[in-house]
């Protein structure tokens, strides 16, 4: 018989990033709560908390995944990928971060994170996507600001420049 | 979210042992997309969560022509939509899956999870009782299945008795000549709950239509078989004709209600267009 896991933090091994963090969470905490405080990332953010904006979206070994629809207990052993964490090396950007700035597909920012997050497991899954294809895959990533045009534009750009470049997707 | 004991049981018999020490002061959990909105807005309570992840071989997804569709209790929806053999054979249930949520939502929510929500307007449900399918469950007098078109009660009401879990859903292989689909109808293309949603099922037999079956939902507390409907196309040529005929049937079975999202008479309109179409599309399939 599993020993009852109670209401009381419990320890979890969470790669991050790439790096194991040792981390002591209570059951009913979201793996984006546990993110921005207990491992003081940030960069995802909270829009709804219920599912419905994508700005948490982060990679579950590889996956999208909304961080406030997944518990933290449920992600031990696992690996996640936030916005921190796509960058290829400490100084230089993802291209689909260098495109956002470059066309102007980011306003006030704030969905931003989890719209470049998705972006890149859409690009990881389909390395040329069709307007409506990125259109379908951002269906739950919402932006009040952009009107979508830039950013679908800006993530066609980034497609063209890795194909181009024949980069490897990090 | 309020605070919940929590437990991660790795097999069945411990599962329903859990259960039935918490009874209903428990939920269960498969991907959590419903059940935690439902916890942060207090919808429920739950003193205990369930989470059923870590149960070896609820995951399993079997799918070929001879044995028909096998469906775990943790296949996610994305895994049903980028099947291609689901695709190939099940399209109306890879359709159904994906029109639901964004890809973030399918890549958690599971199929077993839609269905146990039995919400009126779930996506799956339709093309899942239009293949015929049933439901396993296990609970403390064993195991047992039924057709899923006498599961749902009621807007989120089911046949599963307290203490009791579902394990898979299994459709039956289908026969040569199959055609499918299912349309949903929105306000918008995603992230949309089905204001209608219609699934058809049939196959050809020479030049007329055999073993239809039309399922509605969004417009009855529970999906719904349009059996007027199938009656006036079983052993017929769908021409324009008869699935005009169909629609206009299928309009008359429905029982929808007026809500936010649509008023009953537009809804009862759409299930005649969408009926069409479906049959249709699925006799299209059959070539
Ligand atoms: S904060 Fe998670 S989807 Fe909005
Ligand atoms: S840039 Fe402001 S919400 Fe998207």
Redesign the interface.
């Given at each position: 018989?599993?020993a009852?896991?109670?209401?009381v933090a419990m320890p979890v091994t969470i790669t991050i990033n790439g790096e194991a963090r040792d981390l002591a969470v209570?059951?009913?905490?979201?793996l984006l709560d546990v993110l921005r405080n207990e491992a003081g990332l940030t960069g995802t953010k909270k829009g709804c908390?219920?599912?419905?904006c994508?700005a948490c979206?982060v990679l579950?070994d590889g996956?999208?995944?909304?961080a406030?629809?997944?518990?933290a207990?449920?992600v031990d052993g696992r690996a996640v990928t936030t916005i921190e964490g796509i960058a290829p090396e400490p100084d230089r950007l993802h291209p689909l971060q260098e495109s956002f700035m470059a066309l102007g597909a980011s306003q006030c920012g704030f969905c931003t994170p989890g719209i470049i997050v998705?972006a890149k497991?859409l690009l990881d899954r389909n390395p040329d996507p069709t307007e409506d294809e990125i259109r379908?895959?951002l269906?739950?990533?919402i932006c009040r600001c952009t009107g979508y045009t830039k950013i679908v534009e800006a993530i066609r750009a980034t497609a063209r420049q890795m194909a181009a470049a024949g980069q490897p997707r990090e | 979210m309020h605070p919940f004991a929590y437990f991660e049981p790795t097999t069945l018999d411990e599962t329903v042992a859990l259960l039935a020490r918490h009874g209903r002061t428990a939920d269960l959990m498969a991907g959590g997309t419903d059940l935690l909105v439902e916890i942060k807005e207090q919808i429920r309570r739950p003193a205990a969560v369930i989470n059923l992840k870590k149960i070896p071989g609820l995951a399993d997804l079997t799918c070929d022509a001879a044995t028909g569709l096998r469906i775990g209790a943790l296949v996610t929806v994305r895994t049903i939509e980028t099947s291609a053999e689901v695709q190939k054979l099940y399209p109306a249930l890879a359709q159904a899956a994906r029109d639901i949520g964004s890809i973030q939502i399918r890549t958690r929510a599971t199929i077993a999870g839609n269905v146990c929500r039995a919400s009126p307007s779930a996506d799956t449900l339709p093309p899942l009782i239009a293949y015929g399918g049933r439901i396993e469950m296990v609970g403390p007098s064993g195991p047992r299945s039924i057709a899923l078109e006498s599961f749902f009660t009621g807007p989120g009401k089911t046949a599963l008795a307290d203490g009791e879990i579902v394990t898979a859903l299994v459709l039956p292989p289908q026969p040569e000549q199959a055609g499918s689909d299912y349309i949903k109808h929105g306000r918008r293309k995603a992230m949309e709950l089905a204001t209608v949603g219609v699934a058809v099922a049939l196959r050809r037999d020479g030049g007329v239509c055999r073993d239809v079956r039309i399922v509605l939902g969004a417009v009855a507390p529970t999906p719904i078989r349009a059996r007027a409907a199938e009656v006036l196309l079983e052993g017929s040529t769908p021409d324009e004709t008869t699935i005009a005929a169909a629609g206009c049937a299928a309009r008359g079975e429905s029982r929808p209600i007026s809500n936010v999202r649509a008023s009953a008479d537009y809804r009862r309109a759409m299930v005649d267009v969408l009926t069409r179409r479906a049959v249709a599309a699925a006799w299209e399939r059959t070539r």
């Open positions: 018989m599993t009852p896991i109670t209401t209570a059951p009913f905490r979201t908390d219920v599912g419905d994508g979206t579950l996956e999208p995944v909304n406030c629809l997944v518990l207990v449920e998705m497991a379908f895959g269906a739950g990533n | -």
